[in-house]
């Protein structure tokens, strides 16, 4: 049935259940220490950024004659704390469809109303959702310097798309939930590719231009409007990619 076939009330129904469903979600995490310590994380490695960094620069470093050495990085600080709210919300997301997957409850969700549809909303597109939410806030809070709207604008939707990302490849790549933790730590490279633009020179870094969140790093570092292009065309061919191989877990 198509999607324009489906009656509104109906709509509605699908909509409440996959709310119910991420809801559900929700309470599985907050009962399993490790899935909460890991939507705590951010929340943690911001405060240590944003009051340590510069303890740490005006108590240690100073005394060594080295002081404002990490000051013009502090711009790093902020992407890599966005990148690690995008990636953990949608990690334990991905977590949670693997370890439904090791009780083999998921053939029976996905014959309830939300169907396949609301399945990948409540686990994927919703922790993704709340992730980007929580990254427009805290980012401000927790910023080393000052950030423009626009700034925030694409951390933000890169850092979820990248989570997005790393969700579904934790699912698809993984059979159980003890490869999940460890393909997770591994796919965190994935966003490290920003960083590749500031640290590596020469043709080398050529070879990561595949990766999206490399070309948001060209963006950051001062290139064009067309690095954000290139970004958004390769997270589409990603996504496209993993969503037809997550398919293949259920169907």
């Known amino acids: 049935m198509r999607k324009e076939d489906v009656p509104p009330g109906r709509r509605s129904e699908i909509m409440t259940a996959s709310l119910k469903m ?10 399993e220490a490790m899935m909460a310590m890991l939507v705590i994380a951010p929340f943690a490695v911001g405060v240590i950024f944003k009051f340590g960094c510069p303890l740490f620069e005006s108590k240690i470093l100073d005394r060594f004659g080295y002081g404002d050495v990490l000051v013009p990085y502090y711009d790093l600080f902020s992407w890599l704390l966005a990148m690690l709210v995008g990636m ?3 990690f334990v997301g991905g977590l949670v469809v693997l370890g439904e ?24 597109i919703g922790p993704a959702i709340v992730s980007g939410a929580v990254t427009a806030v805290i980012l401000p809070v927790f910023a080393l310097t000052h950030l423009t709207l626009s700034e925030i604008a694409v951390m933000t939707v890169s850092t979820v798309l990248c989570g997005f990302v790393t969700a579904l490849l934790v699912v698809t790549v993984s059979s159980n939930k003890v490869e999940g ?11 490290v590719t ?11 870094r050529y070879l990561f231009t ?16 067309l690095s954000l292009v290139a970004a958004a065309v390769l997270f589409a061919v990603w996504i496209t990619v993993l969503y037809r191989l997550f398919r293949r877990k259920f169907i």
Do not use: C, N
């Open 101 to 124: 997957i090791d009780d083999g409850i998921t053939k029976y969700i996905l014959v309830t109303p939300p169907g396949e549809a609301g399945y990948l909303f409540s686990r994927i």
């Open 88 to 90: 953990m919300f949608a």
């Open 194 to 204: 920003f960083f590749v633009p500031l640290l590596l020179k020469g043709s080398i």
């Open 181 to 191: 933790m460890a393909v997770g730590k591994i796919s965190g490279l994935f966003g």
């Open 22 to 31: 991420f809801g559900t979600m929700i309470r599985q995490i907050s009962h």
């Open 210 to 225: 595949v990766f999206p969140m490399y070309h948001i790093g060209v963006w950051s570092r001062g290139g064009s409007v």
